[in-house]
Structure formats: structure tokens, C-alpha cells
């Protein structure tokens, strides 16, 4: 079974900084990407940043240059680094993980239960 455990979330006044964290557990094979998403109240969940196993990273357009993604393989940890927050950054942030369970398996895709980030202006 694996799990995805997320941190780091809270209340930050607009123009503030927030660190999230998310760590992976359970049986894991190996690892495609991890990453963020996120939904504000009444809107549907969108990428926030992905982190592929090669390095490669995948930014909403309008987030690159604010937020950064980080990943520790060694600790099945992905990391979203978020500065200048703005109110409508605010929302449920939820950690993903595409991975394969064993080597039997193909991949599969996994959500940790999500960390609520609020902006205030």
C-alpha cells in the first residue's frame, strides 16, 4: 500500500513564503514523476509542478516563477517552494505520485490527502 504524506501547509499573508513537503511510503518499485496539484474552492484541481526522475520539471505557466519543485529520491520526497504568495494561490495542495508498486506492475497513480494553503490579503 502506499501513502503520500503531505506538510507544510497554512495561513501566510500575501507576498509571504511556504515550503511544502510530501513523502512517499509503502511498497514502491520505482518512481515516474511526483508532484504537485491543487483546487480552489468551487474550481476543478490543475497542475501545479511535476517532477520527472530525470530531473525534469513541468510548471503551470503562470506559477514558474514563483514556485519551485524539488525532489529527494533517496528519501521518496518531493518539495514545492512557494514565494510570493498571492490570495488566489489559496486552495487544497495535493501531492501526486506516479510510481510502479513492484516490478510485476505497471504505473500507477496516487494522491496524498491533500494540505490547505491559505493567502490572505
Known amino acids: 500500500q502506499v501513502q503520500l504524506v503531505e506538510s507544510g501547509g497554512g495561513l501566510v499573508q500575501a507576498g509571504g513564503s511556504l515550503r511544502l513537503s510530501c513523502a512517499a511510503s509503502?511498497?514502491?518499485?520505482?518512481?515516474?514523476?511526483m508532484g504537485w496539484y491543487r483546487q480552489a474552492p468551487g474550481k476543478q484541481r490543475e497542475l501545479v509542478a511535476v517532477l520527472g526522475s530525470s530531473g525534469y520539471a513541468n510548471y503551470a505557466d503562470a506559477l514558474k516563477d514563483r514556485f519551485t519543485i524539488s525532489r529527494d529520491n533517496a528519501k521518496r520526497a518531493v518539495y514545492l517552494q512557494m514565494n510570493s504568495l498571492k490570495p488566489e494561490d489559496t486552495g487544497v495542495y495535493y501531492c501526486?505520485?506516479?510510481?510502479?508498486?513492484?516490478?510485476?506492475?505497471?504505473?500507477?497513480?496516487?494522491w496524498g490527502q491533500g494540505t490547505q494553503v491559505t493567502v490572505s490579503s
Open positions: 501526486n505520485l506516479d510510481a510502479r508498486p513492484n516490478i510485476l506492475s505497471g504505473s500507477r497513480n496516487y
Open positions: 509503502g511498497s514502491i518499485f520505482s518512481i515516474n514523476t
